[in-house]
Protein backbone atom coordinates (compact mmCIF):
# COMPACT_ATOMS: atom_id res chain seq x y z
CA UNK A 1 0.00 0.00 0.00
CA UNK A 2 1.62 3.10 -0.87
CA UNK A 3 1.72 6.22 1.19
CA UNK A 4 0.28 9.60 0.18
CA UNK A 5 1.90 10.45 -3.29
CA UNK A 6 1.98 14.02 -4.08
CA UNK A 7 3.66 15.67 -6.54
CA UNK A 8 5.50 18.40 -8.18
CA UNK A 9 7.92 17.47 -5.13
CA UNK A 10 9.00 20.76 -5.86
CA UNK A 11 7.32 23.75 -8.15
CA UNK A 12 9.47 27.11 -8.95
CA UNK A 13 6.61 29.62 -10.96
CA UNK A 14 6.88 32.91 -11.80
CA UNK A 15 4.96 35.46 -10.12
CA UNK A 16 1.60 35.75 -11.87
CA UNK A 17 1.32 32.11 -12.71
CA UNK A 18 -0.70 29.39 -11.79
CA UNK A 19 0.37 26.55 -9.55
CA UNK A 20 -1.28 22.98 -9.35
CA UNK A 21 -0.31 19.98 -7.10
CA UNK A 22 -1.56 17.13 -6.73
CA UNK A 23 -1.99 14.68 -3.98
CA UNK A 24 -3.37 10.60 -4.44
CA UNK A 25 -4.51 9.44 -0.67
CA UNK A 26 -3.81 5.98 0.35
CA UNK A 27 -5.74 3.20 -0.71
CA UNK A 28 -9.35 3.26 0.71
CA UNK A 29 -8.86 6.81 2.68
CA UNK A 30 -11.47 8.76 1.60
CA UNK A 31 -10.41 12.46 3.79
CA UNK A 32 -8.14 14.59 2.49
CA UNK A 33 -6.66 17.04 4.27
CA UNK A 34 -3.90 20.26 2.83
CA UNK A 35 -1.78 21.88 5.08
CA UNK A 36 0.74 24.70 3.89
CA UNK A 37 3.88 25.22 6.13
CA UNK A 38 5.07 28.70 5.75
CA UNK A 39 9.06 29.90 6.89
CA UNK A 40 8.93 30.29 10.59
CA UNK A 41 5.20 29.78 10.67
CA UNK A 42 4.35 25.99 11.12
CA UNK A 43 2.14 23.91 9.55
CA UNK A 44 -1.37 25.66 9.14
CA UNK A 45 -4.77 24.10 8.01
CA UNK A 46 -5.95 24.91 4.73
CA UNK A 47 -8.66 22.73 3.88
CA UNK A 48 -10.71 19.32 4.50
CA UNK A 49 -11.92 17.42 1.54
CA UNK A 50 -13.85 14.17 0.70
CA UNK A 51 -15.16 12.68 -2.14
CA UNK A 52 -16.49 15.45 -4.41
CA UNK A 53 -17.25 17.37 -1.43
CA UNK A 54 -15.45 20.17 0.65
CA UNK A 55 -16.11 19.99 4.37
CA UNK A 56 -13.97 22.32 5.73
CA UNK A 57 -12.58 25.50 4.53
CA UNK A 58 -11.68 27.77 6.99
CA UNK A 59 -8.01 27.76 6.30
CA UNK A 60 -7.73 28.94 2.65
CA UNK A 61 -7.12 32.39 1.72
CA UNK A 62 -10.57 33.89 0.47
CA UNK A 63 -9.30 34.46 -3.12
CA UNK A 64 -7.14 32.72 -5.53
CA UNK A 65 -6.84 29.10 -3.72
CA UNK A 66 -9.00 26.27 -4.56
CA UNK A 67 -9.12 22.27 -3.87
CA UNK A 68 -11.01 19.41 -5.30
CA UNK A 69 -11.07 15.92 -4.71
CA UNK A 70 -13.24 14.47 -7.95
CA UNK A 71 -14.96 11.20 -7.92
CA UNK A 72 -11.48 9.76 -10.13
CA UNK A 73 -8.06 10.95 -9.61
CA UNK A 74 -6.48 12.87 -7.06
CA UNK A 75 -7.06 16.08 -4.79
CA UNK A 76 -5.62 19.25 -6.79
CA UNK A 77 -4.89 22.43 -4.71
CA UNK A 78 -4.85 25.10 -7.55
CA UNK A 79 -3.09 28.55 -6.67
CA UNK A 80 -3.76 31.03 -9.46
CA UNK A 81 -1.70 34.46 -10.19
CA UNK A 82 1.09 33.06 -7.52
CA UNK A 83 2.68 36.03 -5.59
CA UNK A 84 6.03 35.73 -3.41
CA UNK A 85 4.42 35.25 -0.25
CA UNK A 86 2.46 31.53 -1.16
CA UNK A 87 6.11 30.25 -1.32
CA UNK A 88 5.64 27.32 0.95
CA UNK A 89 5.78 23.74 1.40
CA UNK A 90 2.27 22.43 0.70
CA UNK A 91 1.35 18.97 2.77
CA UNK A 92 -1.47 16.38 2.23
CA UNK A 93 -2.72 14.14 4.25
CA UNK A 94 -4.93 11.69 4.15
CA UNK A 95 -7.29 9.28 6.65
CA UNK A 96 -9.56 6.37 6.34
CA UNK A 97 -11.27 8.00 9.83
CA UNK A 98 -10.58 11.05 12.05
CA UNK A 99 -8.26 9.36 14.01
CA UNK A 100 -4.78 8.59 12.15
CA UNK A 101 -3.64 10.91 9.48
CA UNK A 102 -1.03 9.82 7.36
CA UNK A 103 0.93 12.83 5.45
CA UNK A 104 2.36 12.79 2.16
CA UNK A 105 5.71 14.33 1.48
CA UNK A 106 5.11 17.70 0.47
CA UNK A 107 4.94 20.00 -2.34
CA UNK A 108 7.74 23.00 -2.14
CA UNK A 109 6.50 25.48 -4.01
CA UNK A 110 8.88 28.64 -4.96
CA UNK A 111 7.69 31.79 -6.43
CA UNK A 112 10.05 34.02 -8.40
CA UNK B 1 -9.16 29.41 19.66
CA UNK B 2 -6.86 26.49 20.15
CA UNK B 3 -3.15 27.79 20.48
CA UNK B 4 -0.03 24.93 20.66
CA UNK B 5 3.21 25.77 22.20
CA UNK B 6 6.86 24.39 21.88
CA UNK B 7 9.24 25.76 23.95
CA UNK B 8 12.57 25.69 22.85
CA UNK B 9 12.43 25.86 19.40
CA UNK B 10 16.13 24.12 18.97
CA UNK B 11 17.77 21.62 21.49
CA UNK B 12 21.52 20.51 20.78
CA UNK B 13 22.29 17.30 23.32
CA UNK B 14 24.96 14.52 23.31
CA UNK B 15 24.34 11.23 22.16
CA UNK B 16 23.15 8.98 24.80
CA UNK B 17 21.08 11.54 27.02
CA UNK B 18 17.89 11.22 28.13
CA UNK B 19 15.55 14.05 26.80
CA UNK B 20 12.26 15.48 27.22
CA UNK B 21 10.36 17.84 24.99
CA UNK B 22 7.15 19.88 25.51
CA UNK B 23 3.91 20.64 24.28
CA UNK B 24 1.04 22.86 25.46
CA UNK B 25 -2.20 23.38 24.51
CA UNK B 26 -4.54 26.24 25.80
CA UNK B 27 -8.15 24.35 25.13
CA UNK B 28 -7.97 21.31 27.01
CA UNK B 29 -11.42 20.08 25.17
CA UNK B 30 -9.28 17.46 23.04
CA UNK B 31 -9.88 14.10 22.25
CA UNK B 32 -6.49 13.60 21.15
CA UNK B 33 -2.93 13.98 20.86
CA UNK B 34 -0.04 13.77 17.98
CA UNK B 35 3.41 13.74 18.23
CA UNK B 36 5.26 14.04 14.83
CA UNK B 37 8.52 13.49 13.74
CA UNK B 38 9.60 15.89 10.43
CA UNK B 39 13.17 15.15 8.62
CA UNK B 40 14.30 18.25 6.87
CA UNK B 41 12.66 18.40 2.98
CA UNK B 42 10.21 15.52 4.20
CA UNK B 43 6.96 15.02 5.21
CA UNK B 44 5.63 13.82 8.48
CA UNK B 45 5.55 10.72 10.33
CA UNK B 46 3.54 10.04 13.25
CA UNK B 47 5.01 8.80 16.20
CA UNK B 48 2.35 8.81 18.97
CA UNK B 49 -0.91 9.28 19.44
CA UNK B 50 -2.55 9.62 22.80
CA UNK B 51 -6.12 9.28 23.06
CA UNK B 52 -8.03 11.60 25.67
CA UNK B 53 -8.52 8.68 27.99
CA UNK B 54 -5.10 7.92 28.03
CA UNK B 55 -2.13 9.38 30.43
CA UNK B 56 0.67 7.92 27.97
CA UNK B 57 1.79 6.22 24.82
CA UNK B 58 4.94 4.53 24.44
CA UNK B 59 7.32 3.14 21.15
CA UNK B 60 9.89 1.96 21.87
CA UNK B 61 12.55 4.41 22.72
CA UNK B 62 9.88 6.85 23.42
CA UNK B 63 7.40 7.83 25.61
CA UNK B 64 5.02 10.55 25.32
CA UNK B 65 2.55 11.78 28.29
CA UNK B 66 -0.68 13.78 28.47
CA UNK B 67 -2.40 16.14 31.08
CA UNK B 68 -5.03 17.20 29.89
CA UNK B 69 -6.05 19.17 32.99
CA UNK B 70 -3.32 20.92 32.70
CA UNK B 71 -3.13 21.40 28.51
CA UNK B 72 0.31 19.70 28.73
CA UNK B 73 1.92 16.86 27.04
CA UNK B 74 5.58 15.56 27.23
CA UNK B 75 7.69 13.44 24.59
CA UNK B 76 10.16 11.67 26.20
CA UNK B 77 13.24 9.83 24.34
CA UNK B 78 15.06 7.50 25.88
CA UNK B 79 18.81 7.36 25.14
CA UNK B 80 18.92 9.93 21.99
CA UNK B 81 21.02 9.13 19.25
CA UNK B 82 22.23 10.97 16.41
CA UNK B 83 19.64 9.27 14.26
CA UNK B 84 16.99 11.03 16.45
CA UNK B 85 17.70 14.66 15.00
CA UNK B 86 14.58 15.89 13.04
CA UNK B 87 12.07 18.66 14.09
CA UNK B 88 9.25 16.83 16.91
CA UNK B 89 5.53 18.61 16.51
CA UNK B 90 2.80 18.65 18.40
CA UNK B 91 -0.95 18.68 17.28
CA UNK B 92 -4.25 18.35 18.51
CA UNK B 93 -7.74 18.22 16.66
CA UNK B 94 -9.60 21.23 16.82
CA UNK B 95 -13.31 21.33 15.64
CA UNK B 96 -15.30 18.98 14.03
CA UNK B 97 -13.52 18.24 11.19
CA UNK B 98 -10.13 16.76 13.23
CA UNK B 99 -8.83 19.32 11.50
CA UNK B 100 -5.06 19.49 13.17
CA UNK B 101 -3.40 22.94 15.02
CA UNK B 102 0.09 22.23 15.14
CA UNK B 103 2.99 23.70 17.05
CA UNK B 104 6.19 25.32 15.41
CA UNK B 105 7.61 22.31 16.68
CA UNK B 106 11.19 21.36 18.35
CA UNK B 107 14.61 21.43 16.58
CA UNK B 108 16.78 18.63 17.83
CA UNK B 109 20.17 17.83 16.85
CA UNK B 110 21.65 15.03 19.10
CA UNK B 111 25.55 14.96 18.91
CA UNK B 112 27.86 11.85 18.42
Known amino acids: NAGVMQNPRHLVRRRGQEARLRCSPM?????VYWYRQLPEEGLKFMVY????????ESGMPKERFSAEFPKEGPSILRIQQVVRGDSAAYFC??????????FGEGSWLTVV | KQEVTQIPAALSVPEGENLVLNCSFT??????LQWFRQDPGKGLTSLLL?????REQTSGRLNASLDKSSGRSTLYIAASQPGDSATYLC???????????FGKGITLSVRP
Open chain 2, 27 to 32: DSAIYN
Open chain 1, 49 to 56: LQKENIID
Open chain 1, 93 to 102: ASSPTSDTIY
Open chain 2, 50 to 54: IQSSQ
Open chain 2, 91 to 101: AVPTGANSKLT
Open chain 1, 27 to 31: KGHSH
